[in-house]
């Protein structure tokens, strides 16, 4: 790495260490040189400046913190001398958004890729079938179902290792003590064969087992049958099998209705069953397994199709963030975003709590004022539940976050919105909205990760990416989600779960253009299905609804 340090903005007083720094070092950047007064971990911040208390701390050029006591130069940034800060916004002044300079497309001009032209318009880059439970009560179910299914239907995952219990089984008879226990090497490398599929123009079943539909709020219930209507109709969706007990608060009826609201036209094979109403369990599980199976046939009926990339609907998240997402994975995605919008593709930065702090930018980014004004309102809305329940946005940064530079809420909301690239804003949505126009669009969801994504994939996203510092292992139930890392120190100690490595923008070998350019290209593969990433190879279907409670 030949560059020990960051500057990242004109106006940053903060300067970022890309490598370990030791007391006393110097590092040289451009014509100027800094001395560390002590030790900088990599991906963590220093003075760049003698900061007084109160003085406010800017990086990526705005407000990320301020001073709670006299930090002097070359001094670590903690949060034992560092405070949440973000600017106050005032809805009537916003800044003046910056004129947009759209990137060169020229690359990916007249491309397509290879996905499912679906009878709304839209474009699936997946062919699924749903068993859905309206109720948790249905989640075992879904379970006996599943292991009677994906097995002999040929849709379960290939093994990439297994794990020898048999030599555990042996040793305990033989009297081996629980130290002994845990230092015996059971891992076998070998990847198992992958099954012949029954229904080959299918991608796979889909089982979103869930802890909703009864015994909170009715909202809550509401809510639900929402995203659920959201994901049967995604493009990625060819049809559903829906469970009910009978008794619950999400009655079928609550379903039907949802998705006529959603898609009027909705003519999506769906199958419906009501334990209530059954002879048995075996004899419910039994029609349920009847009725995916002859889902799956009809399923199987499409084929891909050629479609112009602004097919694509790309979710932009990021988590396990650390102090480098800000800089190399987090504005490689935003670049890609920036090429998709000109192509005429879709993308969601959703994640609030993570924009705090850079409200007004993203406000005065807006291509029309009304949706200023709702993401400022739907903001303020967020916040003031937050804080009514005892929390606030500057809760977010995790101690993993924090463990690795991100200090304050402002300072990881500040890297996270790159995310966004710097495109106009076409429209503002709130969880489950559909996303109906090309280009960027602000989704409310939590931070949260899995909420996060579920509801990206809620709002049409066919293709997420989830940017990663630390690595974590979600993925999505429908959409298939890219992992990219924002060092190579992690592509490499998690490559099972890595699908793309941001990190030669650390070591200046690659440009933000150039990598920013390369994911686009990885996010077409995958949308025509020429690369299935780790989190669909793993199983990760993650899935989690969120209860408009305070989540972060």
Not at 80 to 99: G, V, W
Not at 181 to 202: K, M, N, T, Y
Not at 232 to 245: D, M
Not at 517 to 544: K, M, N, S, W, Y
């Amino acid at each position: 790495m030949k560059r020990k340090i960051l500057h990242i903005h004109p106006q940053d007083n903060l300067i970022v260490a890309l490598r370990d720094l030791e007391a006393g070092e110097t590092a040289q950047l451009e014509q100027t040189a800094y001395t560390v007064c002590e030790r900088i971990p990599g991906k963590h911040k220093f003075a760049a400046a003698d900061l007084a208390p109160g003085d406010l701390l800017r990086m990526y050029g705005v407000p990320v913190g301020r001073a709670t006591r006299p930090i002097p130069a070359g001094a670590r940034i903690t949060q034992e001398n560092t405070e949440h800060y973000a600017e106050p916004i005032d809805p009537q002044r916003l800044p003046a958004a910056p004129a947009w300079a759209p990137p060169d497309v020229s690359r990916f001009a007249g491309r397509s890729f290879m996905g499912y032209r679906r009878r709304d318009g839209r474009t699936g880059t997946q062919n699924l079938w749903l068993v859905i439970p309206l109720v948790f009560c249905e989640n075992r179910n879904l379970q006996v179902m599943r292991s009677h299914l994906e097995e002999t239907l040929g849709f379960g995952r290939p093994k990439a290792y297994s794990l020898d219990l048999q030599q555990l089984i042996a040793m305990r008879r033989a009297g081996a003590s629980a130290e002994e226990l845990l230092e015996a090497d059971i891992l076998r490398e070998g990847a198992s064969a992958q099954p012949e599929r029954v229904f080959p123009h299918v991608d796979g079943i889909r089982f979103l087992t869930h802890e909703g539909g009864c015994g909170g709020t009715r909202q809550d219930s509401a809510a639900l049958c929402r995203l659920l209507a959201a994901y049967l109709a995604h493009p990625n969706v060819a049809g559903g099998t829906i469970l009910s007990l009978g008794c619950q608060h999400a009655q079928q009826e609550l379903l039907r209705e949802a998705l006529d609201a959603l898609d009027p036209g909705f003519d999506k094979p769906l199958y419906w069953l009501e334990q209530q109403r059954s002879r048995s369990e075996r004899q419910l599980i039994a029609d349920a397994v009847k009725m995916t199976f002859a889902g799956l046939a009809q399923a199987n009926e499409w084929r891909r199709a050629p479609a112009p990339l602004s097919g694509i609907s790309l979710g932009l998240k990021c988590g396990g963030s650390d102090g480098f997402s800000g800089i190399t994975a987090n504005p490689a995605l935003g670049y890609a975003a920036d090429l998709l919008a000109v192509l005429g593709g879709q993308t969601l930065l959703a994640e609030f709590p993570e924009l705090h702090g850079v409200e007004a930018g993203l406000a005065a980014r807006c291509v029309h004022p009304e949706d200023a004004r709702r993401f400022l309102d739907l903001m303020d809305r967020y916040g003031r539940q937050a804080l009514a329940a005892g929390s606030g946005f500057h809760a977010n940064p995790s101690p993993g976050n924090i463990r690795d530079g991100l200090i304050t809420d402002a300072m990881k909301s500040a890297g996270a919105a790159r995310k966004g690239g710097t495109s106009p804003i076409t429209g503002v949505l709130d969880y489950t909205e559909q996303a109906q126009r090309p280009g960027l669009h602000l989704l409310c969801t939590p931070g949260n990760d899995v909420e996060a994504t579920t509801g990206m994939a809620g709002s049409g996203a066919n293709v997420i990416v989830f940017t990663t510092g630390l690595g974590t292992p979600t993925g999505n139930a429908v959409a298939p989600t890219l992992k990219v890392s924002t060092n190579s120190d992690l592509a490499r100690r998690m490559a099972d779960l890595i699908d793309f490595d941001a990190g030669g923008m650390i070591s200046g070998e690659a440009t933000l253009a150039e990598t920013g350019e390369a994911l686009l290209e990885l996010v077409i593969r995958t949308a025509g299905g020429d690369f299935t990433p780790a989190a669909v190879r793993l199983g990760q279907d993650d899935f989690i609804p969120w209860k408009r409670g305070v989540s972060l």
